[in-house]
């Protein structure tokens, strides 16, 4: 209860895509938020999407019209999916899943990197 497990990151070429997945374990998933931040090496820790319990999404101004982020109530799952890649785009990405308003929990990351 309450783990949260990131997926799917790798090394890609620019103008490539990739799809990362989390899994949170919680009885109770389709009640939270699920949220995707990233971790450029010396740079601080960003917001990059967020989808609510009723689907409503929002994407950091750097992203949008390149991610999409999703989720699967049947599964646990939240997805990111991930298009047009840019080297900027290269960092840790890490999940996040709020309940109640108040209780967090991260995840351990996965590494994208985007390079030639």
């Known amino acids: 209860q309450g783990q949260v497990v990131e997926s799917g990151g790798d090394l890609v070429q620019p103008g490539g895509s990739l799809r990362l997945t989390c899994l949170f374990q919680?009885?109770?998933?389709?009640?939270?938020?699920m949220e995707w931040y990233r971790q450029a090496p010396g740079q601080q820790r960003e917001l990059v999407a967020s989808?609510?319990?009723?689907?409503?999404?929002t994407y950091a101004d750097f992203v949008k019209g390149r991610f999409t982020i999703s989720r699967d109530n049947g599964l646990n799952i939240v997805y990111l999916q991930m298009h047009t890649l840019e080297p900027e785009d290269t960092a840790v990405y890490y999940c996040?899943?709020?309940?109640?308003?108040?209780?967090?929990?991260w995840g351990r990351g996965t590494r994208v990197t985007v390079s030639p």
């Open positions: 989808i609510s319990g009723l689907d409503r999404t």
């Open positions: 996040k899943a709020t309940l109640l308003q108040r209780d967090e929990y």
């Open positions: 919680s009885t109770i998933f389709s009640e939270a938020i």
